[in-house]
C-alpha cells in the first residue's frame, strides 16, 4: 500500500481552464440574467439561503419569505430599481399562470 499523499495535487503551470462565455458573464455580473416571458423583460437574480438576512413579502402569494430562505429577486432592467421585488422561486415560476393576488385585510 502506497503512503497517503497530504499535499494537493496541482496541474501544472497553475493555469485554469478556460471559462465559458456563460460562466464569465455570471461571475462578472453577479449571477444575474435576463429572463423574458409575455410579461415582459426581467433581469433576475437568485438569493441562497445563507446570503437572505431578512424577511420580504411576496407578490405572488402575498406570503412572507422568512430569512435564510433561498429566493428570486427580479426588476425591470431599464428602470430605477424601485420596482424590485423578491418572489418566492416557485411564485415567480408560476407568475404568468396565476391571476394578481390583493393582499388580505
Do not use: L
Not at 503551470?13 to 462578472?28: L, S, T, Y
Not at 406570503?63 to 430599481?81: K, L, N, S, T
Not at 420596482?83 to 390583493?102: I, K, N, P, Q, Y
Amino acid at each position: 500500500m502506497s503512503p497517503r499523499r497530504n499535499s494537493p495535487r496541482r496541474r501544472k503551470g497553475g493555469r485554469r481552464p478556460p471559462e465559458d462565455e456563460d460562466a464569465v458573464f455570471q461571475r462578472v455580473t453577479g449571477a444575474e440574467r435576463r429572463e423574458n416571458g409575455p410579461d415582459g423583460e426581467w433581469a433576475v437574480r437568485r438569493i441562497s439561503g445563507a446570503a437572505a438576512t431578512k424577511a420580504y413579502r411576496c407578490p405572488g402569494c402575498m406570503q412572507e419569505i422568512p430569512p435564510a430562505m433561498p429566493h428570486v429577486v427580479a426588476w425591470r432592467p431599464f428602470g430605477d430599481g424601485e420596482d424590485r421585488r423578491h418572489w418566492h422561486s416557485s411564485c415567480w415560476e408560476h407568475r404568468t399562470r396565476r391571476g394578481a393576488r390583493f393582499p388580505r385585510r
